[in-house]
């Protein structure tokens, strides 16, 4: 029987996103503080709403900046209580091991699939504590709602585990297409557009995803590890 995939909920920026998300089988919880998005949100309102909803201590929650600044990072950090920081720029080897210096946190590098992000995987051996592959797309960083080509997930993996970190494949998944990319046996799963219903997290698609990735209502997302 295989193991469902990790999953990561991502780009969460309101209280009934949280609130879905919360009701979920969710390993990850994602907030998006870079401002290079649709769904930035701030540390004050993260912070309110964890106030409002509670700790929930079966699930981590991740921090997602790109090409921001130590400062800014750390001033997040200082302010919501993040198990993982995610980096999702083109920060280079130099500014993540700078960020590892500064956070307590395990700090994540998401890479733009093409044809050098294997090398790129490679680069930040040692340095990673995990990744993210998502979809490039000109102008976007991330939560495109796009896939990537699948057939180069294998390879992805296989470095991840030589490397001994998590590796979430990310971009454009959904219910609808959840079953194909499961034969690729991901190790972890990050989506933002795919349970959205009219831009906010959508209980019914998070739980037609859990169905069809194996996940049942008797399972929380602990008694899965
Ligand atoms: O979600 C965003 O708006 C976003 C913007 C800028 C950088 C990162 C962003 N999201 C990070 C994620 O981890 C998303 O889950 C990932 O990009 C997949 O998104 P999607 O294709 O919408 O499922």
């Not at 009701?23 to 870079?34: L, P, Q, R």
């Not at 051996?125 to 990744?131: E, H, Q, V, W």
């Not at 970190?165 to 795919?194: H, K, R, W």
Request: glycine content about 8%.
């Amino acid at each position: 029987m295989l193991m469902p995939p990790v999953l990561k909920y991502c780009g969460n920026h309101s209280l009934n996103d949280l609130s879905a998300v919360y009701a979920s089988h969710a390993d990850y919880i994602g907030f998006v503080f870079t401002h290079k998005s649709k769904r930035t949100v701030s540390a004050e309102q993260v912070s309110q709403w964890l106030n409002q909803i509670g700790q929930c201590k079966s699930k981590q929650l991740v921090g997602v900046f790109a090409d921001d600044s130590l400062e800014f990072i750390q001033s997040v950090c200082a302010r919501v209580p993040l198990d993982v920081v995610q980096l999702h720029g083109g920060e280079s080897l130099h500014h993540l091991s700078a960020v590892k210096k500064i956070v307590d946190q395990s700090v994540w590098k998401a890479l733009h699939h093409d044809e050098t992000t294997l090398d790129q995987m490679r680069h930040f051996r040692g340095a990673a504590d995990g990744f993210i592959i998502d979809t490039k797309r000109k102008g976007t960083l991330g939560g495109t709602g796009i896939r990537f080509d699948w057939h180069s997930i294998p390879n992805y993996l296989s470095e991840a585990k030589r490397q001994q970190v998590p590796c979430f494949i990310a971009g454009g998944i959904t219910p609808e297409n959840i079953e194909e990319l499961m034969m690729y046996q991901p190790t972890g799963i990050d989506i933002a557009s795919g349970i959205e219903h009219h831009f906010g997290k959508d209980q019914a698609l998070i739980r037609s995803l859990e169905e069809k990735v194996g996940i049942n209502d008797g399972q929380t997302s602990t008694s899965r590890k």
